[in-house]
């Protein structure tokens, strides 16, 4: 489980910073405050898995604050030639780890005896879900606005 709570909270830290960096690069005033609000999110997650490491164990919340922010899948290697691919790229990047998040900390759930625990995973899996969603119709606009671009 100490495994399993490092991987988890590597990704929210992972995805916090880049959260955070494509709220500070855009100019969309709907994408930045998306993106603001799911780094926020994403930090609260840590938070979160900080407290369900501490059920588990008194020394595990100690031992997650040492962890570092990675990916457990990578992003395309692609030839970018515009902002805008830039970003879209990014998104579709982020939409695939949400996915596995949702996936993750289901599986997670359904794992889980103890109710409160249960319920804890059970909050974060709809979180990324609803995060899931939100890139997803971000997505759909972006590519609706830059059809010509991003091909
Ligand atoms: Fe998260
Ligand atoms: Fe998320």
């Known amino acids: 489980m100490l495994e399993k ?3 988890y909270y590597s990704v929210e830290l992972y995805s916090e910073i880049e959260y955070k960096r494509f709220a500070d ?6 994408a930045k405050s998306l993106y603001t609000k799911l780094a926020e999110d994403e930090r609260r997650h ?4 900080k407290d369900i490491a501490a059920f588990y164990h ?7 604050v040492e962890v ?10 692609l030839t970018i030639t515009s902002e805008v691919q830039e970003a879209y790229h990014a998104m579709k990047f ?12 289901r599986k997670t759930a359904q794992e889980t005896r103890e ?9 974060l899996a709809s979180d990324e879900e ?13 590519e609706k606005a830059y059809k010509e671009i991003i091909k």
């Open 115 to 123: 109710p409160k625990l249960r319920d804890l995973w059970l909050n």
């Open 25 to 30: 690069k855009t100019d969309n005033v709907y």
């Open 68 to 77: 570092k922010p990675s990916t457990p899948i990578q992003p395309e290697k």
């Open 130 to 142: 609803r995060h899931h969603r939100e890139i997803n119709s971000l997505l759909q606009a972006f």
């Open 94 to 105: 982020h939409l695939k780890l949400e996915f596995l998040a949702v996936t993750e900390y």
């Open 46 to 49: 840590q938070g979160i898995l």
């Open 5 to 7: 709570l490092q991987g």
């Open 58 to 64: 008194p020394d595990w919340r100690d031992i997650l």
